[in-house]
């Protein structure tokens, strides 16, 4: 035996699903992009745009600059990810995620890492201030989040190199959570932070989330509540959030060597991030389900459509057959009327035999009546009208040839119902037994 030891791999616990959620949520976006039978293929030759459900919820944390944001995302992930100071770290977008190995993107590279639903994120020189960080860290919940660290928000002079306010709120609206930071030691009322606030309360009110963060470096417990009291003021001033009520729970990072008698509150923070994972994998699970019976209906709607098109393109051949033969036959019998006048009975016996002579000559011998009948002087008036009439009937032939629907083709029929059954027996199963 040869004694040469397994290539190792650099993230084993990459490859294993830790948790029922993160399976779940794999699982499905695999339903969806699957190469071959995944739902947003199928629904893409049916016409239908689906969607693939996300791997991960987002979490956008935004606030005034040294608010914590990027400490939190350091305690959260337990790595050291983000710079953290007191200076303004963050001046770009950067998403945090868990991957194969550590790693820093910018620019180009972060945004393949961006969440699937960010990515046309395509304000003036945004793209050019995004980057990624790419975590091993299997800590809490993080193999299922993206955390979106924004831009520190300052007042004054501060100039940023793009629309910050736009791009933050366009940002918290695609996140499944919001988190606001106020620093009491620094600027809490920051005006820009709380116009992106009641911006983003209009449009996702139920994302936001505020916190008081570093509260253990606020003083004494009167000194806390009255910064609190006094962002909450500053907060019900605005009209698109004075209806609200508030709850700003204190969260600061735990410091063993600096303990502290605040309340910290961060626990609940872990708390509203796995409550909200756990509503994105039924939303996932709904979704899938509403999807599948999408397709099945597009499907059953086309087969349906097929039918009536078929049966309407037997009509359509019947009257253009019938409108075909009529447009030749009655010219054809009109002119063999005139040759078979022509004949004696004797002549006609001996060209096509007794029988045929005697139905030719009842047939003719209408259309002779019928012309004997017309005065002499009219016939040819009759006879530009007749020719009119016949070439009315070619004419209605070819019209009603070219009014048939196009139809699937029996390769096409049969993708669809492999399509059908596939949702049926694979698909809807799988939704099933995830839930149960």
């Known amino acids: 035996m040869s004694g040469r030891k397994p290539r190792s791999v650099a993230n084993?616990?990459?490859?294993?699903?830790?948790?029922?959620?993160?399976?779940?949520?794999?699982?499905?976006?695999?339903?969806?992009?699957?190469?071959?039978?995944?739902?947003?293929?199928?629904?893409?030759?049916?016409?239908?745009?689906?969607?693939?459900?996300?791997?991960?919820?987002?979490v956008m944390i935004m606030g005034n600059h040294s608010a914590g944001k990027s400490s939190f995302i350091n305690w959260y992930a337990e790595e050291h990810i983000q710079k953290t100071g007191v200076a303004i770290e963050t001046q770009g977008f950067t998403f945090i995620t868990s991957g194969r190995k550590r790693e820093s993107l910018t620019v180009r590279s972060s945004l393949k890492e961006a969440p699937a639903h960010t990515r046309c994120l395509c304000l003036p020189g945004v793209t050019d201030y995004l980057s990624a960080e790419i975590s091993t860290s299997k800590q809490k919940?993080?193999?299922?989040?993206?955390?979106?660290?924004?831009?520190?928000?300052?007042?004054?002079?501060?100039?940023?190199?793009?629309?910050?306010?736009?791009?933050?709120?366009?940002?918290?609206?695609?996140?499944?959570?919001?988190?606001?930071?106020?620093?009491?030691?620094?600027?809490?009322?920051?005006?820009?932070?709380?116009?992106?606030?009641?911006?983003?309360?209009?449009?996702?009110?139920d994302k936001l989330l505020f916190y008081l963060s570093k509260a253990d470096e606020a003083g004494s417990e009167t000194d806390r509540q009255r910064v609190m009291m006094q962002i909450v003021q500053e907060l019900c001033r605005r009209p698109g959030l004075n209806k609200c009520g508030f709850e700003m729970p204190t969260i600061y990072i735990p410091n063993p060597s600096k303990p502290s008698r605040c309340v910290n509150q961060i626990d609940g923070v872990c708390q509203t991030i796995e409550k909200t994972i756990n509503q994105a994998v039924q939303k996932t699970l709904d979704q899938l389900e509403k999807d599948s019976d999408l397709i099945c209906s597009t499907i059953s709607s086309r087969l349906e459509k097929d039918r009536e098109d078929a049966s309407y393109n037997k009509s359509v051949r019947l009257h253009s057959f019938l409108c075909g033969a009529l447009g030749i036959v009655l010219p054809a019998l009109f002119i063999l009327s005139f040759i078979v006048h022509t004949l004696s009975k004797e002549q006609l016996d001996e060209l096509l035999g007794e029988g045929t002579a005697r139905t030719v000559s009842i047939c003719t011998g209408i259309v002779m009546h019928i012309w004997d009948w017309i005065p002499e002087d009219g016939q040819v008036v009759f006879v530009i009208f007749f020719g009119a009439f016949c070439y009315l009937l070619l004419f209605l032939a070819k019209y009603f040839a070219g009014r048939g629907n196009k139809t699937l083709t029996k390769k096409e029929k049969r993708a669809m119902a492999e399509y059908s059954n596939y949702i049926q027996d694979i698909v809807k199963t799988k939704k099933l037994m995830e839930e149960s």
């Open 12 to 58: 084993p616990l990459e490859s294993a699903i830790t948790t029922p959620s993160e399976r779940i949520l794999k699982e499905c976006h695999s339903l969806y992009v699957d190469t071959e039978n995944g739902l947003v293929k199928i629904a893409s030759s049916l016409g239908v745009r689906l969607l693939p459900p996300r791997k991960k919820i987002i």
């Open 141 to 205: 919940k993080f193999s299922l989040v993206t955390f979106v660290d924004t831009p520190g928000l300052v007042d004054g002079d501060m100039v940023y190199p793009f629309n910050v306010n736009s791009a933050i709120t366009w940002l918290g609206e695609q996140a499944d959570l919001v988190f606001v930071f106020f620093d009491p030691m620094g600027q809490a009322l920051c005006k820009r932070t709380l116009n992106i606030v009641e911006q983003l309360s209009e449009k996702c009110g």
